[in-house]
Antibody
Framework: EVQLVESGGGLVQPGRSLRLSCAAS????????MHWVRQAPGKGLEWVSG????????GYADSVKGRFTISRDNAKNSLYLQMNSLRGGDSALYYC??????????????WGQGTLVTVSS | QSALTQPPSASGSPGQSVTISCTGT?????????VSWYQQHPGKAPKLIIS???KRPSGVPDRFSGSKSGNTASLTVSGLQAEDEADYYC??????????FGGGTKLTVL
């Protein structure tokens, strides 16, 4: 059974940093691209960032480019999102999502339950 | 990276069909056959119901179908059931290793 478990969310002050993690199991992690998607309370989905199976291709939404860094450790079956210079607009539930393909972002066939990030003073 | 345009709401009675549109540009929806649709029930994670414009993942009822014409993709739900009441989001590859979602459509089963 595919499982994606996010962690690392919490309350953080504007301008500070936070690192999210996603532990994957139930599939061959290094065969697929992985992504972070966020959803502000009561709002729609926003793709944040994605990374190919071998970390050779990385993409970011314009809203986070230069502030967020995605990475993965295939030996640990883990995905990460380093979030710096956080703003109020970054407050959201952050989902980890598996792509159907090695490179993406294309189609997300499995999602975690999300980790909540709240940016507030 | 502008969001794709979806109607905020749609509705239909049980047994009826409803179609939700998703309009983008030639740089996303019109330029690639990488349109997906997701269903999200309240408090739950999104679920992939259509990929590559028309493909249904295993386990998704054939009441759900997708299509595309030019810069507009569509999701049709036939034979509406109560459990189809949810939010629906489209997405499309947008080039340069990026992806864009639609704003979402709340489907109400009357």
């Amino acid at each position: 059974e595919v499982q994606l478990v996010e962690s690392g969310g919490g309350l953080v002050q504007p301008g500070r940093s936070l690192r999210l993690s996603c532990a994957a199991s139930g599939f061959t992690f290094d065969d697929y691209a992985m992504h972070w998607v966020r959803q502000a309370p009561g709002k729609g989905l926003e793709w944040v960032s994605g990374i190919s199976w071998d970390s050779g291709k990385i993409g970011y939404a314009d809203s986070v480019k230069g502030r967020f860094t995605i990475s993965r450790d295939n030996a640990k079956n883990s995905l990460y999102l380093q979030m710096n210079s956080l703003r109020g607009g970054d407050s959201a539930l952050y989902y980890c999502a598996k792509d159907r393909y090695r490179s993406g972002p294309l189609h997300f066939d499995y999602w975690g339950q999300g980790t909540l990030v709240t940016v507030s003073s | 990276q502008s969001a794709l345009t979806q109607p905020p709401s749609a509705s239909g009675s049980p047994g009826q069909s409803v179609t939700i549109s998703c309009t983008g540009t030639s740089s996303d929806v019109g330029g690639y056959n990488y349109v997906s649709w997701y269903q999200q029930h309240p408090g739950k994670a999104p679920k992939l119901i259509i990929s590559e414009v028309t493909k249904r993942p295993s386990g998704v009822p054939d009441r759900f179908s997708g299509s595309k014409s030019g810069n507009t993709a569509s999701l049709t739900v036939s034979g509406l059931q109560a459990e189809d009441e949810a939010d629906y989001y489209c997405s499309s590859y947008a080039g340069s290793d990026s992806l864009v979602f639609g704003g979402g459509t709340k489907l109400t089963v009357l």
